[in-house]
């Protein structure tokens, strides 16, 4: 398959997970969940990840991965949730790079 078609399924089906994320009861109730555990997580990890030497992108996704793991197990969160949750904190590592360069 070409890399046209490729790029052309992977963006449909990242249009549709958006749509049902906006659109549907279940699709904004799992959104408002991801929203309502993202800022305090990262708040945490942002700390735990500042105490490092040299802190990595790898770094922050394994401390990422873990801490959504047991987070989520300490919160009963469904795996659709937690999955949301780990995709959208490794995305802030642009972000948290910023903001310890300020510092």
Avoid: C
């Amino acid at each position: 398959m070409g890399s046209f078609k490729k790029g052309l399924i992977l963006g449909s089906a990242v249009g549709a997970f958006l749509t049902w994320l906006n659109v549907t009861p279940k699709g904004k109730e799992m959104r408002g969940k991801i929203v309502q555990h993202l800022e305090p997580l990262y708040g945490e990890l942002k700390m735990s990840i500042q105490q490092l030497e040299g802190p990595t992108r790898e770094m922050w996704e394994a401390l990422v991965e873990r801490a959504v793991e047991e987070y989520g197990d300490k919160k009963e969160l469904a795996e659709d949730v937690k999955n949301n949750l780990t995709r959208q904190l490794k995305k802030r590592w642009t972000d948290l790079k910023k903001e310890m360069k300020k510092n």
